[in-house]
Structure formats: structure tokens, C-alpha cells
Nanobody, 125 residues
């Protein structure tokens, strides 16, 4: 099991910001596309964003485009998710994931084979 440890979640008011981090160990971090997903109560896990293994390509769900920014620091084996202009509908448990090498499904959970335990983000109205 490859540990991915998320941090940075918390409670924030509407319009506020949070920065999530995901530290990876036990894998060749720089070889993996890294993604963020979220799951709200009573809903299925949904894609948020991914960043390619070199960091040159990023992709976002329409619901977060323009508000969230994904980045990675391969020297620290860490991927980040900067979340600005947060809305109550962003409330969820956020998960980071390490992608299956060579996958073409990074916008779906099928493209990932390692997952963190999640960090709670709550946006109050």
C-alpha cells in the first residue's frame, strides 16, 4: 500500500481559500499523474483535477475551473490543490490519488490505483 497523506482541510466561510497538500511516499512520484477527487455526503466520488507527471498538463472539472489550481513539487513528493472563492457546494472529503501509469482515464477514478484517506473541507454559508 502506497501511503498518500492529505492535509490542509478545515472549515472556511464562503469566498474563502484553503490549500490542500498530499504527500506521497513509497512510489516514484515524478512518474505518476496525480489527481484530486471529492465526495460529498450522499453523493458519489467526483473528479476535481489532475496534473500530469511532469506538471505540464492540468485539467479541471467545470465546477472548479477558474477557482482551483493544482500544482506539484516533485522534490518534495507533494501535490497541492489551491482552492479559492470557495462555495458551500465545495463541501466534501477531498482525496488525492496517484495515477495508473499510462492510463488515459485520469478524469475518472479508474485512472488511479493509490488513494489517500481524505481530508474534510467544509464551507459555511
Amino acid at each position: 500500500q502506497v501511503p498518500l497523506v492529505e492535509s490542509g482541510g478545515g472549515l472556511v466561510q464562503t469566498g474563502g481559500s484553503l490549500r490542500l497538500s498530499c504527500a506521497a511516499s513509497g512510489l516514484t512520484f515524478s512518474s505518476h499523474t496525480m489527481g484530486w477527487f471529492r465526495q460529498a455526503p450522499g453523493k458519489e466520488r467526483e473528479f476535481v483535477s489532475y496534473i500530469s507527471w511532469r506538471g505540464g498538463r492540468t485539467y479541471y472539472a467545470d465546477s472548479v475551473k477558474g477557482r482551483f489550481t493544482i500544482s506539484r513539487d516533485s522534490a518534495k513528493n507533494t501535490v497541492f490543490l489551491q482552492m479559492n472563492s470557495l462555495k458551500p457546494e465545495d463541501t466534501a472529503v477531498y482525496y488525492c490519488a496517484a495515477g495508473v501509469l499510462g492510463s488515459s482515464n485520469y478524469a475518472t477514478s479508474r485512472g488511479y490505483d493509490y488513494w489517500g484517506q481524505g481530508t474534510q473541507v467544509t464551507v459555511s454559508s
